[in-house]
């Protein structure tokens, strides 16, 4: 895809529960990710049967998604953080290239 003028960086996806939600952004936080997307009240199938996506009384009892962009030397030590931290914990860490049209704003 360079042809068309865009740059292979690595993309992460991470579910959890919220109470785990400022471990993953910290780890992000430390390996210099210069900004990621949180979304709340995330649903759906899992092995501990089905989640649902409401936040009736506390963002901590939902389910959230981080998304987040970087060059593939920064996704390595994320990645590894990220595994480490989901061992003894709930959630799920999803990773693939993706192509971005700025790659300074990853950087």
């Known amino acids: 895809m360079s042809n068309l003028g865009l740059t292979a960086m690595t993309k992460l996806e991470v579910i ?6 400022a471990a993953v952004t910290d780890v992000l936080d430390l390996a210099g990710a210069r900004g990621y997307t949180l979304l709340s009240g995330v649903s ?4 501990g049967g089905f989640h649902q996506g409401s936040l009736y009384f506390n963002d901590r009892d939902g389910l959230h998604l981080v998304l987040v962009v970087v060059p ?29 049209s700025r790659p300074e704003y990853f950087r």
Not at 83 to 97: D, I
Request: charged share 25%.
């Open 16 to 21: 959890v529960q919220g109470e785990d939600l």
């Open 44 to 47: 759906g199938l899992g092995h």
């Open 72 to 100: 593939e030397e920064t996704a390595v030590p994320v990645i590894e953080a990220v595994r480490k931290l989901l061992e003894t914990r709930p959630g799920v860490l999803f990773a693939s290239t993706t192509y971005v």
